[in-house]
């Protein structure tokens, strides 16, 4: 069983620097990945994966299902720059009778669905102003510290994308207000959070409606971005945002790469072009976090 999979693996790694697609064994993920760099004049110049079988299940009808995760590591070369990116990928495979039959991604972008989920932006003029400063480094810091892991200061969800990015935030100065109104402000103490500060389709309507606290300018472009700021993502173009990312850094021509959690990744180009999430309705939104300064 692990040795079928290491095969899978091993051959999705030469994939990645290979320029054949006529291998049955073609992931379409890794072409599309290949291809928007391509687009972009780049290219994966080395891959490397790690598999980690994490729960065998129980066989039923001579079929056996088996989840595992596996840490990708691209170095990709665009224009001269190069840069490591990183990706968890959470797979589950079926063996029949012992022979590998299938294999693939599980879709990690459902959200949290919370009934009564909203919140509420009225009478903000009433409450004191929170002055901070955001520093943008101690933001991207932490973003990379715990790209791949959970700090235990936090409660942890299942979809955590937006929970990561708020305590990027935090850690950037962000001060936290609202509590104990999870339908007011941004905060989490203990078990207990505002939906803004755990749910992607709340954050991308609080960043730009905040008056005091943490709050953000939207603009109409990603290279307009700074490092420490965020993209809210709609990937089905319904009007309802499911993912939320940090910008960390810069590719050569100035557009952004950003780290996630849920699937956890770091460096990522933030199109999100290679994600099975990725649909052509999706939608964007690019905010600049703002300060007092």
Known sequence: ???????????????????????????????????????????????????????????????????????????????????????????????????????????????????????SLENEEEEIRLEYRYERMKAVQYAEKWWNSHNPAYKKFEVDCTNYISQCLHAGGGPMRGYPNRGKGWWMRSENWSFSWSVANSMRWYLPGSKTGLRAKEVSSPDQLLLGDVICYDFQGDGRFDHTTLVTGKDAAGMPLVNAHTYNCRMRYWAYEDSTAYTPNIKYKFFSITDDR
């Open 1 to 119: 069983m692990r040795d079928q999979l290491q095969e899978l693996l091993v051959k999705r790694v030469q994939q990645c620097v290979s320029h054949s697609r006529s291998s049955i064994h073609t992931c379409p993920k890794i072409e599309q990945k290949k291809e928007s760099l391509l687009s972009r004049s780049g290219e994966i110049v080395k891959a490397q994966a790690t598999g980690k079988v994490t729960k065998v299940g129980k066989e039923k009808d001579d079929v056996k299902p088996v989840e595992y995760k596996v840490h990708f590591k691209y170095l990709i070369k665009h224009k001269g720059l190069l840069y490591m990116e990183e990706e968890i990928e959470e797979r589950t495979a079926e063996f029949y009778k012992g022979v590998l039959v299938e294999d693939q991604e599980k879709n990690p972008f459902k959200d949290i669905r919370i009934a009564g989920e909203d919140f």
